[in-house]
Every structure is written in C-alpha cells, then in structure tokens.
C-alpha cells in the first residue's frame, strides 16, 4: 500500500511540471489531484469490500455461536446419555460366548447362524479311533463385527474333544481352568499401573448344548453345569430340536428344568422388566423366560421358500426355518443374547468376577480359598456393618450424654476434657 502511494506522488509531481508549461495556474491543479488522493470518501470508496488475510482467518473459525436455550428451567445435562452413546460407539464393544457340550449336537453350525460368518473354515472332525484318548482342547476364535457402524470384538471359544472319551470324569476341569485364567488376567492387569486398554476376556456366557435324543439331563451334563454355575452365566440350549415334534419339545423342556432345580444349578435368569418399561418389552420378556431351555436349529444353507431366500434346513416333507419363531426358538435365543449383552457383562463382573477375586485375597490373607460370595453373603455382611455401626452410634450418644452431664455439674473455670471417638 505504501509502494503504490509513492508511486501516485510521483506521478502527481511528474504531472504538476508539465501542467507549469502550459497551465496559468499550476497550484490548483496539484491541489485539486492531493484532494483527491487525500479525501476520506474517496479512500472509503476505494477501499470499500477489503479484508485482509488475518480477519478473513478469524471469521472462518469463529463460525459457532452459543446461544440460550429458548426452553426455560433447561440446563442441558440431560444430554448426557449422548455423549455416552459417542463413546461406546467409537471405543466398541467386546463379549465373549463359549459353547460346550458333546460333538455332533450343531454348536459351530449354531454359532455361524448368530452372526452371519464362517468361525471355522478349516475345521477337520476326528475319526473315532483319535477320540479314544482326546483330551479337551480350547480353541478360542475372535472376529471384529461391524453394524451400521458399531463394532463388536466377538470371542467364540469351543471346547473340541467334550464329552468324547470314554472316561469323562475330569473332562470339564481344563474348561473351569481357562475360566479361571481369563479372571486372574483381568484381575492382573486390573491391579497393574496402567489401566486404560485392558482388554476383557473374561468369559461372559456360556452356551451350554443339551442332546434332544435323551430323557432329560445326563450325569455329565448335571457334573459340568454344578461345577461352572458359579463362574459363568450358563444358557442351556436344546439343540437338533427339528428332530422332535412341538409337544415332545414342551415336555422335554419340563423334565430339563426339573431336574435343573432338582440339583440346585443356577442358570442365568433374565432380569424383569421395569415398571416404566413399554408393554412390548414386558411381552418380550416374559416370552423369553418361558422359552428356557431355548430349542433351536442351527444352518447356513439358503433354501427358496414361496419366492423368498431364507435360512433353514429342506426335508422330503418340508423346511424347517432357522429364523421362524413357530418352528425353533433360535430367533429368541438371538434376542435374549443381544438385548441382554450388557446384562450379561454386568453380572459377569459384579458377582463371577467379584466371587474369584474375594476367593484370590482370601487366599493370600492365608483364609480358605473356598469361599464363595455371593449375593445372600453380601447382604449379611452389609447387615453386621449398619448393627455394628448402629452400636458406635449408640456409644457415641451416651458418651455424649455423660459429658453434658459432667459440665453441668462441673465448677466455673473447671475444664472439660471430651474424646473423639
């Protein structure tokens, strides 16, 4: 801007020595072009529109502007639950399904029809002769889901050689081991000095397959259920169920709960619905507690039935839906597992995890380890802290009293010493 007014007072002057030669008065004229330049409305004019560089940037990143809520008595926390929405969406989510039970009853079949992908391409079953002497094996498989933008760090882990030897005494103890295992990684890495990217395999549920072929329960069936009923949330399911007929499946599901209860095995219990919860999920609930043990029929094959692709199984008299809730439970046992995920998790880590770890800093306190809290445990122990503060609270009082007591009867000038307790 300087350079171009120098070089406009050059030219003023240039011009104010050739209007001397041929104009009588050359003052005016170098008056007039000086007006000219040095007007306020004519800068105003020329400049008019210009911004420079620094207000231009200013402008572009001062676009927000806070304004008051037009609802009164609003301040805006109420927006919380978006936020962490946000964060769970961009963090994702982790959960972790194991499925025991004999080879043969369809668990991988079963699993591949949750979730909509191939867990095991290259599975290779055994002869008969391997199996004699097969031991339990953990075979542990994750897969990240994406949906509509969440994402899920799914874990499968199978139990390949269950049931299949001819002495099955022992064989669910390498399973309540890794259970064991998952607990004391997460309760080391939860004592360590960093403590922001645990990841969390504890097993959160556990699938636990019923043969449809029997009466009921068998022994290893009821063994493996009592000696991991209080480290897992166990979900029994009767597979194959298109192998039997509505009501064979009604009274099989009876005889599989009775002897459930008969033995004292706790299963994972779906939680009630809220009083301010609508009709609808009330209904869903009640319909998935009534559908336990969940009869399913698991596949991957797309059949073509009245002019639309769904996933089921083709008989000589029929198809068998995976998906339809009137011929297997398998939609429900979906439901449960996706509306309750987080429910799972929860009673995973407060009453699972919480009973490993008590048994852990028992142990180490040189107490028996065989120890188990649970939730009646826990409400004597709140019991016996409110009496035993209630007594405190009692002593204080009359310590008190005693005190208002002494300082009546005292002398002026006499000191009254009081302790706190």
């Not at 609003?74 to 961009?90: D, E, M, T």
């Not at 493996?224 to 009923?229: G, I």
């Not at 439901?335 to 799972?344: A, G, K, R, W």
């Amino acid at each position: 801007m300087e350079k171009h007014q120098l070089e406009r007072h050059r030219s003023i002057r240039k011009n104010a020595r050739i209007v001397s030669h041929f104009s009588p008065d050359p003052k005016s004229h170098f008056k007039s072009e000086l007006t000219s330049l040095y007007n306020p409305s004519e800068i105003r004019k020329k400049y008019e529109g210009y911004t420079s560089p620094a207000s231009k940037e200013r402008e572009e990143q001062v676009k927000f502007k806070f304004t008051n809520p037009e609802t009164p008595g609003y301040v805006g926390f109420a927006n919380l639950p978006n936020q962490v929405h946000r964060k769970s969406v961009k963090k994702g989510f982790e959960f972790t399904l194991m499925v025991a039970g004999e080879s043969g009853l369809g668990k991988s079949t079963l699993v591949n029809s949750l979730f909509l992908t191939d867990l095991y391409p290259e599975r290779c079953i055994p002869p008969a002769a391997d199996k004699i002497t097969q031991t339990v094996k953990i075979d542990a498989s994750t897969v990240e889901i994406e949906e509509r933008g969440v994402k899920l760090r799914l874990t499968v882990v199978d139990t390949p050689g269950y049931g299949d030897a001819i002495n099955c005494s022992d064989c669910y103890k390498p399973i309540i081991q890794y259970i064991d295992d998952q607990f004391e990684r997460y309760l080391h890495d939860e004592s360590g000095l960093n403590r922001r990217h645990i990841v969390d395999n504890r097993v959160h549920s556990c699938f636990y397959f019923i043969s449809s072929q029997g009466h009921g329960l068998k022994p290893l069936d009821i063994e493996f259920m009592k000696a991991l009923h209080n480290k897992v949330n166990i979900v029994p399911v009767l597979s194959k169920a298109d192998s039997l007929t509505m009501p064979e499946v009604k009274r099989l599901k009876r005889r599989i709960l009775e002897e459930i209860a008969a033995h004292e095995i706790q299963i994972y219990q779906l939680p009630d619905a809220d009083e301010d919860e609508d009709e609808e999920f009330k209904e869903q609930t009640r319909c998935l507690k009534e559908s336990i043990p969940f009869a399913v029929v698991g596949s991957t094959q797309m059949i073509e039935v009245k002019g639309k692709k769904v996933r089921g199984r083709l008989y000589p008299w029929g198809v068998v839906e995976v998906e339809n809730p009137d011929h297997c439970d398998f939609l429900k046992l979906r439901t449960m597992l996706i509306t309750h995920m987080q429910d799972l998790q929860e009673v995973t880590h407060d009453l699972h995890y919480e009973n490993f770890r008590a048994r852990r800093l028992q142990s180490k306190d040189g107490e028996p380890a065989n120890v188990s809290v649970d939730s009646g445990s826990n409400n004597r122990a709140l019991q016996e802290k409110e009496a035993e503060l209630q007594r405190m609270q009692e002593m204080v009082q009359q310590m008190q009293a005693q005190i208002k007591a002494q300082s009546k009867s005292s002398p002026t000038g006499s000191k009254v010493v009081s302790h706190q307790i």
